[in-house]
């Protein structure tokens, strides 16, 4: 694994980025904190909480699935993806490298949700460390489903649409800004199949809105080797 190139490519599109493209970071807080308004307004303050750790879990997930569109311009637009098959640089260190960049860009909006919940209680500096460690996990399982689909599409344009599909699945459906337990049992067990649900179950647990469910903490993990192997096996690395 090229650690190096992982870390310079955060640094060039992850950090670079978000210095340049700032105002990019309230573009990606705008709807968790609408959807959080509308959850403290019609529960009347008793689902804060859960809005508070759903939000963190959207923001991560929401940018991770649409890095399948940087993947598509790196790849169509800036020909970076060309660039890098000719070199020692493999499918497993690119994906991480943006990954990572893709996380990096997200930091901002982490810290403002953990500042938010030291803030209103629903989180103890234990937790925040806890939290974060979840949703660093998820942006890296979330972010090899998007490199596997971001390697299929054709056209830039049509990412964006598939991206725009995609965020909706996994942050609105599921018990992302709710609690998992109004769930049925059975149904817990199929949402688990979406990365954001696992994540959302593990984060209320870790804040103590859930007990421990160890099926989320397993499908977490099943979830991010099958994305990482099908992008390593299946995704389209070379041009025809």
């Known amino acids: ?24 970071v309230f573009t990606y807080l705008i709807n968790p904190l609408a959807i959080l308004f509308l959850v403290y307004v019609l529960s009347r303050g008793e689902l804060l909480s859960y809005a508070v750790v759903g939000g963190m879990i959207s923001v991560v997930a929401t940018n991770a699935v649409v890095s399948l569109s940087d993947v598509v311009m790196l790849r169509k637009e800036m020909k970076i993806q060309d660039m890098l098959v000719a070199s020692e640089v493999t499918p497993l260190d690119y994906m991480l490298g943006l990954a990572t960049a893709n996380y990096v860009f997200s930091v901002p909006g982490v810290i403002a949700y953990v500042i938010m919940g030291l803030l209103l209680g629903v ?40 991206s725009g599909v995609l965020s909706t699945i996994l942050t609105v459906f599921p018990p992302v800004y709710y609690p998992f337990a109004v769930l049925s049992p059975e149904l817990r067990e199929i949402v688990l199949i979406l990365p954001s649900a696992s994540a959302s179950a593990l984060s209320q647990w870790v804040t103590g809105l859930y007990q421990f469910d160890p099926l989320s903490l397993l499908a977490l993990i099943v979830e991010c080797l099958i994305f990482f192997t099908i992008s390593l096996k299946i995704s389209k690395w070379r041009e025809e």
Do not use: D
């Open 1 to 24: 694994m090229n650690y190096r190139f992982i870390l310079i490519f955060a640094w060039f599109y992850g950090y670079s980025f978000l210095r340049r493209g700032y105002t990019y």
């Open 123 to 162: 989180l103890t500096p234990a937790s925040s460390v806890e939290i974060v460690l979840v949703s660093t996990f998820l942006n890296y399982v979330i972010s090899g489903l998007a490199f596997f689909i971001g390697t299929l599409v054709p056209y830039t344009r049509h990412s964006w649409a598939v």
